[in-house]
């Protein structure tokens, strides 16, 4: 999903100058002990990817420049079938994986962008592309070659045609239901298909979450009059930028159906978390819905650290993982990660049990990790 907040903003800022970065069993041993935010589980690795250009590898992109940008894997959601669907945009591919870290399956060709991931339940991926995001593709699993993704030209005619005649660009991405419907998020509406492609109506509004049974999640975001400064530090404390933003005093989610219809309306309030970096504050966007219609949001503190692991490739944070029931009440603290070098603004995935997947990068490999359902 293609959106800029103001996190986002700083972490594309921060500049890290020294050491390497703990390994992940003690960040997350020692927030818990020393800072009193508690997790609901314990995280477990699923499994690791080498950095390369192999198909069982993810590519990453160090920027020589110590304040360029590095650039590694675009996108990842979790499909229906329970494996890991990742956008190694680095090598211009759609990888996917099993649970245990089995190259299953790799996409044909090589994509310019992979942005705006989306799987169905028949295991089509549905993807973004293009120098300003105006173009899509759709993948199939081969029917000669179980281990490779090929183009399905009819579909992706289909919706193409269907972009270029509205002239939409930088679009929101794909999303899929269990039952087979497939939906385009544009800037100001959300058109859903069938099965085939054929268009069978829209909503509208600017809508970055639609759920396993199709339903459509509006955000309204209430501000405080108060202003609260974000600040980004470097490993050793310096100060490298400020800034001053109103905090979030509640935020107004508006769930509708395939036709608009409003079928609930749930109001969510930030938690009040303490860390030794400072409070806790909440991003104002909605990352993900599980199959209960918990609701989750990432948090950070009011200090964010950048962390250099090897020369052109940092990670900053922590950021964590905030659930909340249906009715929009703070259950708990799901995860806490430092974000790597990921051009989505999803940090983080959940499916639909309710389990949290996030990416660790280290000097030669990612880690695939999970927060289980508590």
């Not at 590694?72 to 759609?94: A, C, H, M, R, T």
């Not at 970096?277 to 819905?289: C, F, K, N, Q, T």
């Amino acid at each position: 999903m293609l959106r800029t907040t103001v996190y986002t903003l700083m972490a594309s800022m921060l500049l890290a100058t020294v050491a390497s970065m703990l390994i992940a069993a003690i960040i997350h041993s020692k927030v818990v002990e020393e800072h009193e935010i508690k997790l609901a589980t314990v995280p477990i690795k699923l499994f690791s990817l080498a950095y390369g250009e192999g198909l069982d590898q993810i590519g990453i992109h160090l920027e020589e420049k110590e304040e360029g940008p590095t650039m590694g894997p675009s996108e990842f959601l979790i499909g229906y079938d329970g494996n890991i669907y990742i956008g190694d945009e680095q090598n211009g591919k759609v990888k996917v994986f099993s649970r245990s870290g089995e190259l299953l399956a790799v996409s044909e060709g090589r994509l310019d962008r992979v942005e705006g991931l989306g799987v169905d339940p028949k295991g089509r991926v549905f993807l973004i592309h293009g120098a300003i995001l105006d173009k899509v593709k759709v993948f199939k699993k081969s029917p000669l070659n179980s281990k490779q993704l090929v183009i399905d030209d009819t579909l992706t005619k289909k919706i193409q045609e269907f972009i270029d005649r509205r002239r939409q660009f930088l679009l929101g991405g794909f999303a899929c239901s269990k039952e087979g419907n497939i939906f385009l998020m544009g800037k100001e509406e959300v058109w859903i298909f069938d099965e085939q492609g054929q268009l069978q109506g829209s909503v509208p509004g600017s809508c970055f979450i639609i759920d396993a049974q199709g339903r459509l999640f509006f955000e309204e975001v209430q501000y405080n009059q108060d202003t609260i400064t974000l600040v980004g530090k470097d490993e050793k404390g310096e100060v490298k930028v400020k800034v001053e933003v109103n905090k979030v005093e509640a935020i107004k989610i508006t769930i509708r159906d395939r036709v608009g219809k409003v079928l609930q309306e749930v109001i969510v309030r930030p938690p009040q978390l303490q860390h030794e970096l400072g409070e806790l504050v909440m991003s104002p966007s909605l990352i993900a819905v599980d199959g209960k219609g918990h609701l989750y949001y990432s948090a950070s503190p009011t200090t964010v650290i950048a962390k250099t692991i090897i020369p052109g490739l940092r990670v900053d944070g922590p950021d964590f993982v905030l659930e909340f029931d249906e009715n929009g009440n703070f259950k708990a603290v799901r995860a806490l990660f430092y974000t790597g070098p990921m051009t989505s603004m999803s940090k983080f995935r959940v499916d639909e049990k309710g389990n949290v997947y996030w990416f660790d990068f280290k000097a030669d490999h990612l880690d695939v990790m999970m927060a289980p359902v508590p």
